[in-house]
Every structure is written in C-alpha cells, then in structure tokens.
C-alpha cells in the first residue's frame, strides 16, 4: 500500500491545552508521526511519497465537506488572533467563550466580528490549540487525504493517509480534539465524487468519531461506525451513543459501538466483528478507516488495553472486507509505540 504523508505537518506545533482548568502540554506532538514515518522505513509497506495536488482541487474537495464560512474562518484565523494583541503571536490561539448548542438559544447565524467569539463558535472545546502553522499543516493532511482516494479510484486495495493534525473530531464547521480539517470525510468525499455508490466509514480510535458522524448523519450512501469509550465518561462526551442511529434518509446508517474504559482486547475484537457485519450488509464499495492507536494499553490519555501484538489481527480483520481500504493516522499519544502499533495494523491487513 501507498503511503502519502504531509511534509507540512510540523507547521502546526501546539504548545500547552487546557485540562480541567490547567494548561499541560499538548498529546497531539508532530514526533507521532515522525515515529510512524521512522518504522515505514524499517519495515516498508509500499512506496512513501508525498501528495501532489492542485491547490484548487485540494480547496474543492475540501469545501465538499467543510462550510465556506468555516474554511474563511481558518484561513484567516492566524492573522485575526496577532491582529487582537501583537503579543499573540507568541501564543496559541485557545477559544474560551462558546454558543451552546440548542435548545439553549445561543445564535450561531450571527457571526461575531470579535474574533474571540468566532474561535468559540467554531470549536467545541480549549484543547486544540490554533497556531501560526495550522491551516497550512491541515490543508497538507486534506491533501494527503485527496491522494489516498485517488489511489482507490484508480484501482488500488488500499492507501495510507498519514498526516497531522488528525481530523476525525471535525465537522461541518467546526474543530476540537486536536482536529480542523476532518481528512477521513474529505476522502470519503472524494470516494463518492469519484463514482463510488456506497462507501462505509470504520472508525477504531479510542475517541467518538462525532466529526465524522454528523458530517454524514442525514446520508444513506455513507455508512459510518465507530468503536469507542462510552462517551458517559470519555471524550468527546456529548456523541457517541448507540441509539444515535442516523436521521432522515440516513436513519441506520451510523452504528455506535460504546464500550467501558478498560475494555480488553477480547471483547473488543468481538464488537469489531458486529462493525464488519455491517459494513457487509451495506454493500459497500469502499472502506475508510480513521485509525486511531489510541485504544492501545500504554495510551496515557485513554482507557482501553490493546497490546502492540493485537494490531496485527486488527488489521487482518479489516482485510476481510475484501474492499479497497483508505486509512488516515488520527489518534494514538503513546509516542514511542504509536509507529510500532500503526505499522503493525498496516502490516496485518497486508498479510
Ligand atoms: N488532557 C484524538 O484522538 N482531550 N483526539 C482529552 C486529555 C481530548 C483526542 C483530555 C482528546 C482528543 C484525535
Ligand atoms: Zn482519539
């Protein structure tokens, strides 16, 4: 399989996130991907390469998902937080004000010209801090995205989309949990606007895929599942349950699978198999994968306890699709073993 990873990625560097009203370091570090881009040398799955795609393409297929007045919004983000206090620019840009959804009667039709105000109304929390570099690294990733697609509709079993920041927590029009563009939607896009009829969107990090999920909640040419900690007590808290099952024409076509921190591996290879039933019955032409490594036992922000050796049978079961597979890089803080743990899945699914 191809690899496409974004040589930008290190423009978007955050330093510190809020926790629990604390700033600590940020998880979300560019020495992740460097680990996974150190051990594809070692152990090659294919050939490595960088995307090459016309910036106009790239900003069509990125509007296919994304709103015109979010895209605006982070272009010119960068220029806006410096414009407020010059000593911005030695800072992070972190939102601190937020509408609250309905039924709370907030407007988010009105867009505020505070600029403050508009980084609440496009995130959902103060852990994903906005840098110089970041438009510019997520546009990479989109890019990396784009040309993993490309590979499948040209006929390929399966593409690496390997690019930081991930993107599964972003939506329409909005970032947080350390994602601003939502590279595995973009790809999924691309699938479909390239004549693919049904593609199905499997999401194993350890987080609530919920970007990715109301991107295509009301569609039933998108199925999109995920694996992930109950959101009763984990991240991102308020989506992820398994009665949220699409709406409109896209009732049934999301499938939730919650399950409780310190799930072991047993158990959750078990509700991988009741995700494959699906994507099966769907008929899919195509399987997306956002693959978080984050459900592994050393994770330090997370609570499931997969071992490095497990990935193998992770991937393994998602070749038996039979379908041509896109995988983006998403979660996974255990940074030492996150190269180790992709390459294995990757491995797996090649054997
Ligand atoms: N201090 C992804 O895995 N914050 N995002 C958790 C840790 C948010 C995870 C608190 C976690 C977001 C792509
Ligand atoms: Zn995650």
Redesign the pocket.
């Known amino acids: 399989m191809k690899t496409f990873h974004n040589p930008h990625h290190t423009l978007h560097q955050g330093r510190e996130?809020m926790?629990r009203g604390r700033m600590?370091p940020c998880?979300?570090v560019p020495a992740r991907l460097d680990f996974v881009l150190a051990e594809l040398q070692r152990r090659p799955l294919g050939a490595l390469a960088t995307p090459s795609v016309s910036e106009t393409e790239l900003l069509a297929s990125i509007a296919r998902v994304h709103s015109a007045r979010y895209l605006d919004f982070l272009a010119s983000a960068w220029d806006e937080w410096v414009a407020m206090d010059p000593a911005n620019a030695q800072r992070d840009a972190l939102p601190s004000v937020w509408p609250l959804g309905n039924p709370h009667g907030f407007r988010a039709d009105v867009l505020p010209a505070n600029f403050a105000a508009r980084l609440g109304l496009f995130s959902f929390?103060s852990?994903s801090p906005l840098t110089a570099g970041t438009w510019a690294a997520a546009r990479g990733g989109a890019a990396c995205a784009l040309a993993a697609a490309r590979e499948l509709l040209a006929g390929q079993r399966s593409a690496f989309a390997l690019s930081r920041p991930?993107g599964?927590?972003a939506g329409t029009d909005f970032f947080g949990?350390?994602?601003f563009l939502n590279n595995a939607a973009i790809a999924t896009q691309a699938l479909r606007d390239g004549g693919l009829g049904r593609v199905a969107v499997l999401d194993v990090?350890?987080?609530h895929g919920n970007g990715t999920q109301t991107i295509f909640y009301e569609r039933a040419d998108v199925l999109t599942l995920s694996i992930h900690g109950d959101p009763t007590t984990e991240?991102p808290f308020f989506l992820g349950h398994a009665d949220e099952r699409g709406a409109g024409a896209g009732e049934g076509f999301n499938l939730n699978l919650p399950l409780p921190r310190g799930t072991h591996f047993a158990t959750w290879r078990a509700t991988l198999d009741r995700a494959l039933d699906a994507v099966d019955a769907f008929k899919a032409n195509a399987l997306v994968v956002p693959m978080?490594l984050?459900t592994f036992e050393g994770d330090p922000?997370s609570g499931f306890t997969l071992k490095s050796d497990d990935y193998f049978a992770v991937g393994e079961a998602l070749a038996s699709t039979g379908l041509p597979t896109l995988f983006t890089f998403?979660?996974g803080y255990a940074v030492d073993a996150v190269g180790t743990n992709a390459v294995n899945l990757l491995e797996g699914f090649q054997r």
Do not use: N, S, T
């Open positions: 996130e926790f600590v998880h979300e929390d852990g991930p599964h927590h949990g350390y994602c990090d350890y987080h991240y978080g984050d922000i998403e979660g």
